[in-house]
């Protein structure tokens, strides 16, 4: 089983101290909600966005939108193989039930994400998404990994051989891929990790490393399915 | 060079013959276009669409973007072995210049698409997409394939090795992807087609297929960069 962590996504409602902007007020007046439960969208906020710490990376829901939209989708998760997890900037964490249809449009996509800050889990029927409270640490802790590597720039290069060695199919191999857009990882991702790797030498996108991932996982365990030998 | 060509895309303009709708005209006036100058989007003109032909397919841009942009972030792109086109339902084929920087937003990409049909390149001062008139056979002979696959669902299983026998990094592979969320390809592709292959046993998305096709391609021809022996 491969646990993906997109780890430190900057997914997040708007905070308080920016919600007095007439801008975003004048957008939750539109969409009948309040300023703080819309999702943080650094192409649409730009400009109250400039007071906050961290401006240049926040408020980024198309990197978790595209990275669930890809995962979700791959044969690995269609066997059952898959457990792909959302941790945030402010320690949220939101299991992704494998069966979930994402919405392809990014702006239900994040209407579906207001739902869930909002409310905790989404839909209301039937919850296919739940978040909670939980640091990097012990959402990694609670998949009980046999192995965790963490993905990054300046990690080092291994081969796939060497990544897997020892782990089955069965075994919980847990993967740190962050969901931000540039920059450090903010959750302290050393100690937890066994190892951290880079997949090529030159800075990916975070749906790229996913995709990558997942499909080293699918080429060792599903091998004969997808390559036919 | 692995050439793919997004096949049968479901991304056009609003055709005249539903541009009187008052939706459609409302949300041109708003932008300042002729409704015929908007991108055909499902998730918005759901009702006046239902007049068209293959209404519950097209209007699907959402595909074109998630594809391209993974795509273009692909090591294998990186490593300038990947020539992406797109190839749409009206026999329109956009050329697309390996170092472009896809806009992350969806609005965005929708405007900058807009701003193709309109005037057949962008960005205007240095182009790096550019559309013109083709067939999709017209665009697989351009590309002078030594090898054509299409990806399909009912295609046959195949392996890697078998894939890209007697192919090298300098030839020219071809691999065929449809551009829509189901049902067959418009053109003809079996004529086309050395081979119609499928990667796995189920119905995937078009990015699925996409990211798939280039990783095993990657695999084969970057193994060294990616995998590390």
Known sequence: MLHLILADSELETVPSEISSDKSLRRKARRRGKRPTELILDSNYFHKPMRKL????????????????????????????????????RQDKVIKVNPETRIPRSYNRFVGLMEQLFLTGEVPPESPLLKMKDATLAEKVKETGPERVVTLREDGKRISRKKLFRGISKKDDFCAIVGGFPHGEFLSEVDSLSDEKIKIYPKALEAVTVVTHIIQFYEAEYLKNLLFHG
Chains 1, 2 share one sequence.
């Open 53 to 88: 710490e961290d401006s240049e990376r926040r408020g980024r829901p198309d990197i978790v939108h595209v990275c669930m939209l890809t995962a979700l989708d791959s044969p690995l998760n269609h066997e059952g193989l898959l457990k792909f997890n959302v941790h945030t």
